[in-house]
């Protein structure tokens, strides 16, 4: 792409890789993004006007619309030639027309859940399982939340018992890195890419 | 915790809401470059004539001087993405910059690089 006469052609231009940390408001996504970000989160707005917005959700409507929404983000660099990019995405239902390219081409998800409104995360693991996006589950302890066993969880959200769940503090390092290391495994188990 | 950036004023925003699309000159999509929110791209050559571009654009030749992503491109100068893409577009066009395509749009992901990222996030 537009390498040729250049002064740079011969340094390698590194390649990027997302994930997604999908969740309610207020349920932590940025603050785990900034968990292991070697960035502090930047943010970006996307406006959206009627003629990029997907036809399925908006059949019908006739007004022209212009939406602005605020994406959060960090970055991981995993070697010279990688760079993983980690994009906090709005969960509500309304920004799907924004989530289709989000998703494309996205390594994972995570689906962030705050016990306090296990149901604010129903839309965003109905978007994953619908677009065959592996994803896994990270319960956020709030301290003056309810306390869910990662079973219950599975349960409430009728979850397939592939996908996993697990407990986390998206404000510990140690414990966000558990929960994208184990996104990967699930990546690697569940994909099947010739080697 | 997490810091957010300091939302624009109100006064800011009158100005902000204009001026992207003068400078694009009403395009709202660039003509020939697809861009992803992930490409990463990077500035490519040091003699630049500086009075046939937009001071955005000088913005985005000095911020590349290392290889940054569209996004990181749109966050650093307050733009909105579309905007970003289609100065960016310009500039790759002319041969300012080069740009590389995310990772997973060129094939499914290979175990070798979902094993650098399991490595890469151990050593945080």
């Known amino acids: 792409m537009a390498s040729n006469d250049s002064d740079r052609s011969d340094d ?17 996504k940025t603050t785990l993004v900034g968990a292991v970000s070697e960035i502090v989160p930047l943010s970006t707005e996307e406006v959206m006007t009627e003629a990029s917005v997907g036809v399925d ?26 760079v993983l990019y980690l994009f906090g995405t709005p969960g509500q239902q309304r920004f799907w027309f924004m989530w289709e390219e989000l998703a494309q081409g996205a390594l994972g998800a995570v689906v962030l859940a705050d016990t306090r409104r296990l149901d604010n995360c129903f839309p965003s693991v109905d978007f994953f399982e619908r677009h065959g996006v592996p994803f896994v589950v990270a319960v956020n302890c709030f301290e003056d939340a ?7 969880v599975t349960e409430a959200l009728t979850l397939d018992e592939r996908v996993p769940v697990l407990l986390c503090d998206a404000r510990s390092r140690a414990s966000a890195k558990e929960v994208l290391e184990t996104l990967v ?8 890419t010739p080697v | 915790m997490a810091e957010h950036q300091e939302p624009a004023n109100d006064a800011d925003d009158a100005d902000s809401l204009v001026r992207p699309y003068v400078i694009t000159q ?3 999509h660039s003509d020939s470059v697809q861009l992803d929110l992930i490409s990463v791209v990077i500035a490519a050559r040091a003699d630049v004539d500086e009075m046939t571009l937009e001071p ?3 913005r985005i030749l000095e911020l590349c001087l290392r290889p940054l992503s569209v996004a990181e491109v749109a966050a650093h100068l307050d733009m909105p993405v579309a905007v970003v893409k289609v100065l960016l577009g310009d500039l790759i066009g002319r041969g300012y910059v080069l740009a590389r395509a995310p990772y997973t749009q060129q094939s499914p992901v290979h175990r070798d690089v979902l094993q650098a990222v399991l490595d890469g996030i151990q050593r945080l």
């Open chain 1, 57 to 82: 959700d908006l059949a019908g409507v006739e007004r022209k619309q212009t939406t602005t929404v605020a994406l959060d983000f960090g970055r991981i660099t995993i070697t010279d030639e990688l």
């Open chain 2, 26 to 28: 009403g395009r709202q």
């Open chain 2, 56 to 58: 955005e654009q000088l």
């Open chain 1, 185 to 192: 495994r699930h990546v690697a188990a569940t994909a099947a």
């Open chain 1, 146 to 152: 309810h306390y869910y066993t990662e079973q219950e």
């Open chain 1, 12 to 28: 390698p231009i590194p390649s990027a890789i997302k994930i997604l940390v999908a969740g309610g408001f207020g349920a932590g």
